[in-house]
């Protein structure tokens, strides 16, 4: 069996490792976080886009969410504001300006990735931000 890098070296269908995980995936430009979108669907998510915080506020009242994937960008700083509130999944920022890198780090965002990151370490830093969440629902349906 291939490991997913040499999978990914050879063109072969990435292995579906992040099944049954709802991912948001959130920015104010879908034509630039559609790859990603795309991606994690190729990787076994379920993708709900939202283009504003009071459309992913919706998503999250409706359904669970397990990880937020957020395009913020300089010249649409409202998406900035999601970063830092306790009450929601991790936040995985992607940029485009790497700049940023700091100040979304600073601020509360679980890692930074590029808008077009490599499939293996999409997969890496998903399953790190959503590690510490699966055992607190497993602690959760254990009966006391």
Request: charged share 25%.
């Amino acid at each position: 069996m291939q490991t997913p890098e040499e999978a990914g070296r050879n063109g072969a269908a990435k292995p579906r490792v992040l099944e049954g995980l709802v991912a948001a995936v959130c920015g104010h430009y879908p034509e630039q976080i559609a790859p990603v979108a795309r991606l994690l669907e190729e990787l076994g998510c379920a993708i709900r886009q939202a283009e504003s915080p009071e459309q992913l506020d919706r998503l999250l009242d409706a359904e669970r969410i397990d990880v937020i994937f957020a395009h913020i960008c300089p010249s649409r700083p409202r998406l900035m504001a999601l970063l830092g509130r306790t009450d929601l999944p991790p936040v995985i920022v992607l940029l485009a300006d790497k700049d940023l890198y700091i100040e979304t780090i600073s601020r509360g965002a679980f890692d930074c990735l590029p808008l077009r990151p490599d499939w293996s370490e999409l997969v890496r830093v998903t399953r790190l931000a959503i590690k510490p969440r699966g055992k607190e629902r497993q602690a959760q349906a254990v009966p006391a």
